[in-house]
């Protein structure tokens, strides 16, 4: 078993084991690090414990945490997501420290809450400056 560490400019690297020989990387993708972030939000949303912002901030910049706060708040009205301050009661959006999805509305709508969330984020422009990249 070998193990290889890479390094991509602007993506997160892991080690990861292979059999055989240590080989060429490149064609190894890693995930981003907004890949990352969104996969931490979406899987985080859909627990009843819901996303920590001081978490986020912490793996992910104020910046990242932000824009998650943003484009949750506009489903806090609809009923779709709840603010929770540092002692798990329920807040406005804007001042929580976790915010999860309502139960059973939130929870049954997290496709389009967590959609929002994907679309704060433009991926499809780093996409294509991956794509143009490879070119």
Known sequence: MCWTICY???RLCFPFAHAGTP???SERI???QEE???DTVMLRLRT???VDLAELRRRFGPEAAAAVAGALAPHEPLGHVWGLDGQGSRCAVAAA???RLSDPRGFLMSNDVISDVFAAFDLESLAGEEAAGAE
């Open 8 to 10: 991509q400019p602007g």
């Open 23 to 25: 080989h060429n990387t």
């Open 30 to 32: 890693f995930p981003l």
């Open 36 to 38: 990352l972030l969104l």
């Open 48 to 50: 009843a414990a819901g």
């Open 97 to 99: 420290q976790r915010i």
